[in-house]
Antibody, heavy 124, light 111 residues
Framework: QVQLVQSGAEVKRPGASVTVSCKASGYTFNTYGIVWVRQAPGQGLEWMGWISGYDGNTYTAQKFQGRVTMTTDTSTSAAYMELRSLRSDDTAVYYC?????????????????WGQGTLVTVSS | QPVLTQPPSVSAAPGQKVTISCSGISSNIAANYVSWYQQLPGTAPRLLIYDNNRRPSGIPDRFSGSKSGTSATLGISGLQTGDEADYYCETWDTSLNDERVFGGGTKLTVL
């Protein structure tokens, strides 16, 4: 069965960086892309970006451009999301999810499998 | 302010049917497929509907999706207490930045 297992909770100071990992299993990793979605406490979902499991191409929401780096390691079937210059309003649960459209970025993507979420707390 | 507008809350009795609306504009809902997600308290979202009205395997047919013009609707029939959750619509948007956007979410209460 498809599973996405994320790394554990993090506490960071403002200005620091955080990297969240997402280890996939149960499918051929390089067939599908991974998206990152975050949810601030008590708030809705926010799409951050997409990375191809096939060739590492990325598509990043404009709000996060220059501050987010998404990468993959196909040898370990893992995806990573680094967020830099953290601010208090970056405090959120960060989710990875698998795009159900194969290979390439598709504006009609949808996300059938989700990680359990990683709480990132930014506090001085 | 979310690009897609959903009612903050809806409620209905067990066994009844409820609909949740998602309002957009020509550059998002009208031009692209809509997905719907259910988020039970303290858990990750779950895909309910994709491509406007298609259900993934394992999603009961009590859940349905439709789209007309700049609005999409999620229907849930035969309400159960286990359906109490937040529901989000999602689509592609080109009005400001080309990217995927979520609605603000709707809290469903089963009375």
């Amino acid at each position: 069965q498809v599973q996405l297992v994320q790394s554990g909770a993090e506490v960071k100071r403002p200005g620091a960086s955080v990297t969240v990992s997402c280890k996939a299993s149960g499918y051929t990793f390089n067939t599908y892309g991974i998206v990152w979605v975050r949810q601030a406490p008590g708030q809705g979902l926010e799409w951050m970006g997409w990375i191809s499991g096939y060739d590492g191409n990325t598509y990043t929401a404009q709000k996060f451009q220059g501050r987010v780096t998404m990468t993959t390691d196909t040898s370990t079937s893992a995806a990573y999301m680094e967020l830099r210059s953290l601010r208090s309003d970056d405090t959120a649960v960060y989710y990875c999810a698998r795009d159900q459209r194969p290979y390439y970025f598709d504006t009609c993507g949808y996300y059938g499998y989700w990680g359990q979420g990683t709480l990132v707390t930014v506090s001085s | 302010q979310p690009v897609l507008t959903q009612p903050p809350s809806v409620s209905a009795a067990p066994g009844q049917k409820v609909t949740i609306s998602c309002s957009g504009i020509s550059s998002n809902i009208a031009a692209n497929y809509v997905s719907w997600y259910q988020q039970l308290p303290g858990t990750a979202p779950r895909l309910l509907i994709y491509d406007n009205n298609r259900r993934p395997s394992g999603i009961p047919d009590r859940f349905s999706g439709s789209k007309s013009g700049t609005s999409a609707t999620l229907g849930i029939s035969g309400l159960q207490t286990g359906d109490e959750a937040d529901y989000y619509c999602e689509t592609w948007d080109t009005s400001l930045n080309d990217e995927r956007v979520f609605g603000g979410g709707t809290k469903l209460t089963v009375l």
